[in-house]
């Protein structure tokens, strides 16, 4: 299987920060990586895919880059509603497997 | 818009199985494939398999394999997910979540999601 790495595990930051959170794989997996944000009692949201697309509706200050194993999620100004947990999901191979999640709280 | 309601919370004993349905709205259900992803306390999300929900076809995840089954009500715009064999360590939130591929194939990219259902085993 390929592990998803990210990191950190954990991060604390002030609204309009500029946010960077990373995830390895543990095999080179092209640009077959997604980012989705997740929220107690809500449904999760695809934010990126294919490594630095972004989903349709979701902000600007979203971005993706990367390819092979290193990839990075940046939120270029965070805001309030950010306030969540983030994962990266590799789709290149069965069993397509997620990262431990990143969780982003207000300092 | 698209949405998918799945179904509330369960308290299973070990041994039973439990059913989850994920009703799907806004869309043509017949033309994506859904996927069910679950996650345990304090654990990783886990990729469970995949519905054709035109067609019927599934793919499970291996380490489900036997204890796994999706099925789909056309009439319904419905899936299903039924876990048999529980133990402690399916306790977990459990999600579907559709592709985005609207010709029926699997990019295993999850555009929408459900809301979750919490399946709780216990005895």
């Known amino acids: 299987d390929i592990q998803m790495t990210q990191s950190p595990s954990s991060l604390s930051a002030s609204v309009g920060d500029r946010v960077m959170i990373t995830c390895r794989a543990s095999q080179s997996i092209s640009t077959y990586v997604n980012w989705y944000q997740l929220k107690p009692g809500k449904a999760p949201k695809l934010l990126i895919y294919a490594a630095s697309t972004l989903q349709s509706g979701v902000p600007s200050r979203f971005s993706g880059s990367g390819s092979g194993t290193d990839f990075t999620l940046t939120i270029s100004s965070l805001q309030p509603e950010d306030f969540a947990v983030y994962c990266c999901q590799q789709s290149h191979s069965s069993p397509r497997t997620f990262g431990q999640g990143t969780k982003v709280d207000i300092k | 818009q698209v949405q998918l309601v799945q179904s509330g919370t369960e308290v299973k004993r070990p041994g039973a199985s439990v059913k989850v349905s994920c009703k799907a709205s806004g869309y043509t259900f017949t033309s994506y494939v859904i996927h069910w992803v679950r996650q345990a306390p304090g654990q990783r999300l886990e990729w469970m398999g995949w519905?054709?929900?035109?067609?019927?076809?599934?793919e499970y995840s291996q380490r489900l394999q036997g204890r796994v089954t999706f099925t789909r009500d056309t009439s319904a715009s419905t899936a299903y997910m039924e876990l048999s064999s529980l133990r402690s360590e399916d306790t977990a939130v459990y999600y579907c979540?559709?592709?985005?591929?609207?010709?029926?194939?699997?990019?295993?990219?999850?555009?929408?999601w459900g809301q979750g259902t919490l399946v709780t085993v216990s005895s």
């Open positions: 979540a559709r592709d985005v591929d609207p010709n029926g194939g699997t990019y295993f990219i999850f555009d929408y």
């Open positions: 519905i054709n929900a035109g067609l019927g076809y599934t």
